[in-house]
């Protein structure tokens, strides 16, 4: 791979320029790192804990500890954390099917969820006997983020006072819509009005913010997968969900069974990944921040529209690039695949992936398939062909991976 004396001076501008960027994503890293170590200490993690249980996995100490683990170190009563969930969509699904119930009403107030959502809701089918919440009874409903891309409290409010809402539902991460990332502090004034005016849960799907800030947003359940920042890169799969002792109790029951809860359920061979995946995860998420502020830089400087732009604030690890055509979406995408450690020889093309409503193209050379907090590109094929990127287990391999993504552009 060839990269221009131009690109790496830009990049080389970009770290000069970003420098108190990365002071602060290291102090949040620090910060985080440190609970992550207070709650193993606190929880005695030992080797043992890392062997793993077959069968039942009753009485599964790692288990049961690595649980409390997700609940301190993100302040909440209690946390379920199982290779058994296997995406971040299997994990949002166990958690809605957990507390909802038919004729319960569910309302998003950051409008459309993710896209692998629309079918676990019923949003796209007629609630067809498919098994979807709206197969099941239950009610969606959901509000648009205001004007300037913040939660709309007011009319949540208005909602709330007139109907019973069984769960206030929000997307923390911007996902592929071309809206803001949500800062923690916000969400915690939702919480906090939602609490003051009704019993509902509120649910945050927490995927890609985790360890962003020094604090997880306050919420009845939080969720997310270990094969982004909570896993640190190092867990193979699974996913966590935390929150209030009753709605941890509530999801377990979905998770496995009524009356077994999170007493059963084997580990086999994956604590320990899981383990040093916790505690990698501050500095991952710190060098995936690096990664994409560096890249919001070069691309900013090479014309294109970014979002975050690289002197913003951060609030998840993804980036949005605007590459304007199908073309250099898809130079972008191969760009980064060819600076990738796995799979680089190979050329992604746009497909029509299950769950997604638009073909999409995606760039993934990750040691886990599909571990997106390992550099990887994803985008929809459509106006304006926005390139959402993410991950980078080092800075400097993530450096590499946006310096092949321009090249490659620049070629086109
Ligand atoms: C990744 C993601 C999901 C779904 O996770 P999968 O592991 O792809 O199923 C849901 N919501 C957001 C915001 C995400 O980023």
């Known amino acids: ?35 992550v170590l207070d709650a193993f200490r606190e929880e005695r993690v030992a080797e043992a804990m890392f062997a793993g249980s077959s069968g039942y996995g009753y009485d599964d100490r790692g288990r049961d500890t690595l649980d409390r683990i997700y609940a301190r170190v993100f302040n909440k009563e209690a946390a379920l954390v199982r290779h058994t969930l296997i995406s971040g969509t299997h994990t949002l699904s166990t958690g ?19 896209d692998t959502l629309d079918e676990v809701i019923g949003i796209k089918d007629e609630g067809k006997n498919n098994g979807s919440l709206k197969d099941f009874g239950i009610t969606y409903k959901q509000i648009e983020l205001t004007e300037d891309g913040k939660i709309d409290i007011e009319k949540t409010v208005e909602i709330l006072k007139n109907e019973k809402i069984k769960v206030v539902y929000i997307q923390r991460s911007k996902g592929y819509l071309d809206r803001p990332t949500l800062p923690v502090c916000e969400m915690n004034e939702l919480y906090k009005t939602v609490k003051e005016v009704s019993d509902s849960y509120v649910f945050i799907d927490n995927c890609y913010g985790e360890f962003v800030e020094e604090n997880e947003p306050d919420a ?94 951060r609030y998840d690890i993804i980036q949005a690039i605007h590459m304007g055509s199908g073309d250099k979406l898809c130079a ?81």
């Open 332 to 412: 972008f995408c191969q760009g980064i695949q060819a600076g990738s450690p796995v799979d680089a020889y190979v050329t992604p093309e746009p497909w029509d992936m299950p769950g997604y409503s638009d073909s999409v193209i995606m760039a993934a050379g990750t040691f886990t398939q599909g571990a997106s907090i390992e550099l990887s590109a994803d985008g929809p094929m459509k106006e304006p062909y926005i390139a959402y990127f993410q991950g980078g287990l080092t800075y400097e391999s993530g450096k590499v991976g946006i310096l092949s993504a321009a090249s490659q552009v620049l070629d086109k």
């Open 1 to 35: 791979m060839i990269i221009s004396e131009k690109l790496l001076k830009l990049a080389e501008e970009a770290e000069e320029a970003l420098k108190e960027k990365f002071r602060h994503f290291d102090s949040v890293s620090f910060i985080n790192t440190k609970k």
């Open 96 to 114: 809605l099917f957990g507390l909802l119930r038919p004729g319960d009403v569910m309302l998003s107030v950051t409008g459309k969820p993710y």
């Open 220 to 313: 009845d359940v939080i969720a997310g997968s270990l094969i982004k920042n909570p896993g640190g890169g190092m867990a193979e799969t699974g996913g966590y969900l935390a929150g209030s002792a009753k709605a941890i109790e509530l999801i377990s029951y979905r998770l496995t069974s009524v009356g077994i809860g999170s007493e059963a359920g084997c580990t086999l061979n994956t604590m320990k990944s899981m383990y040093k995946g916790f505690f990698y995860a501050p500095h991952t998420t710190a060098q995936a921040l690096k990664t994409a502020a560096v890249a919001a830089y070069i691309f900013d400087k090479l014309g294109y529209y970014t979002n975050p732009k690289w002197n913003d604030d």
